[in-house]
């Protein structure tokens, strides 16, 4: 068995449906995509595409998500208090689950702790809560529940939307961005120092 990992979609349903096929043709344990997804947004055809899935009934690999900063967060919270769970079903019977911040699933042998989300930097050309949202970017409280399970259940491997300041990337201001910086000291102060640091954008 294996994993495959996979970067932002942005809405591309054509391409994770031949992700999938692939996925499924090669018997791989699970689909791990890292953010902006696109799920959400007014125009988006995700809704019909995960609904189809569910009546087919027909999937056998799942698919988890941790989301970014081009999806809809008032919805998944909103969904989240529904199911009572941090992992949700974006639609039920579907096999697509949202990853809730700081959670950590054990997927193929290896455990994962998932943290999604991220600042917006093209935001003032975006209507908020229809193509961009406040809670895309986690709260303190979620980076210390991240913090206590990096610390406590000692993961492999995390998968987030954004990345560590010590990872260099070419964004503008990024130093003074909050989400990279707390993703830094959590790294910084933690005991343990997970083998993988996942991010595909």
């Keep these: 068995m294996s994993?495959?990992?996979?970067g932002d979609l942005h809405g591309r349903i054509k391409d994770l449906g031949d992700i999938i096929q692939s996925a499924e043709a090669k018997q791989v344990a699970a689909i791990i995509q890292v953010g902006d997804f696109g799920f959400g947004f007014p125009d988006s055809a995700w809704?019909?595409?995960?609904?189809?899935?569910?009546?087919?009934?027909?999937?056998k690999v799942p698919v988890y998500t941790c989301f970014g900063n081009h999806d809809n967060w008032n919805r998944i919270y909103q969904m989240r208090e529904e199911q009572g769970s941090a992992k949700v079903e974006l639609v039920l019977g579907s096999g697509?689950?949202?990853m809730s911040r700081g959670l950590v699933e054990e997927i193929d042998s290896i455990s994962h702790i998932f943290m999604g989300g991220a600042e917006s930097t093209d935001k003032q050309n975006r209507v908020e809560n229809v193509s961009w949202w406040d809670l895309e970017q986690p709260t303190h409280k979620e980076f210390e529940l991240?913090?206590?399970?990096?610390e406590e259940q000692k993961p492999d491997t995390v998968v987030a939307h954004e990345l560590p300041l010590r990872i260099e990337i070419r964004r503008t201001r990024r130093n003074q961005s909050y989400t990279p910086q707390m993703l830094e000291n959590a790294l910084k102060l933690s005991d343990h120092q997970p083998k993988y640091f996942l991010n595909l954008a």
């Design 146 to 150: 991240f913090f206590k399970n990096l």
């Design 3 to 6: 994993i495959y990992y996979v």
């Design 96 to 98: 697509v689950y949202f």
């Design 47 to 59: 809704q019909d595409f995960l609904e189809k899935r569910a009546r087919q009934q027909k999937w």
